[in-house]
């Protein structure tokens, strides 16, 4: 049991609508990092969030974007919809910046997102 | 649950068996890498890790070795059990956090 945890399981969203995805880091991270995951392959990422800003993004657009909590717990929000956003959109959390940091990310279970 | 990977290489083995999974990376400047472990409908578990000053590292069952020379990684899984079947990727960081994975390899494990 990582302790990262997210919701909602599962989610169905049309073409064009937005959605929020939560992601809770396992307990004394300080660090998430969003994934996504189109079936058959492996996760690729989005962005990470470091002290409540972003520290670093992959290769997706701006209507990806995310907040970090002053608690560490972090959103990923997509707006504008489109049908190849369906995947699994995974969380995970590190500890960084400390004598002891590691760079270790464990993983949260995942929100399937399906878009029709 | 989900199907992960539906046409991934896959590695058959008879539980019991030692099972060798394998993985190419490109960036020549990853110096962190790790083995995660999925099970359909789930998230990325963590296996084991290695950094680029190593060339060996072994944990409970398993052995991560690396070859910087070739960017070569490999999993090796002594006594493979039916829970070992999943499907698993090798993951590279160069510094900064973002990890790239590779495609995935299916593992399945006949009693």
């Known amino acids: 049991e990582t302790g990262v945890t997210q919701s909602p399981t599962h989610l169905i969203k049309t073409r064009g609508q937005q959605v929020t995805l939560r992601c809770s880091s396992q307990?004394?991270?300080?660090?998430v990092s969003w994934y996504q995951q189109a079936l058959g392959q492996g996760p690729q990422f989005i962005f990470q969030y470091y002290r409540e800003e972003e520290n670093g993004r992959g290769n997706f657009p701006p209507r990806f974007s995310g907040l970090q909590f002053p608690n560490y717990s972090s959103e990923l929000n997509v707006n504008a919809l489109e049908l190849d956003d369906s995947a699994l959109y995974l969380c995970?959390?590190?500890?960084?910046?400390?004598?002891?940091?590691?760079?270790?990310?464990?993983f949260g279970p995942g929100t399937r997102l399906t878009v029709l | 649950g989900e199907s992960v990977g539906l046409h991934l290489p896959t590695l058959s083995v008879q539980e019991g068996d030692n099972s060798i999974i394998n993985c190419a990376y490109s960036?020549?400047?990853?110096?962190?890498f790790i083995w995660y472990k999925q099970e359909s409908g789930k998230g990325p578990q963590f296996i084991i890790d290695i950094r680029s000053n190593m060339d060996k590292r072994q944990g409970q069952r398993v052995t991560v070795l690396l070859n910087k020379t070739v960017k070569h990684l490999s999993l090796q899984i002594a006594a493979t059990q039916p829970g070992d079947s999943a499907v698993y990727f090798c993951a590279e960081s160069s510094g900064f956090q973002k990890l790239v994975f590779g495609t995935g390899t299916r593992l399945l494990v006949s009693p």
């Open positions: 307990s004394g991270h300080n660090t």
């Open positions: 960036n020549s400047a990853s110096d962190y």
């Open positions: 995970a959390s590190s500890l960084v910046g400390l004598a002891t940091s590691t760079d270790t990310q464990y």
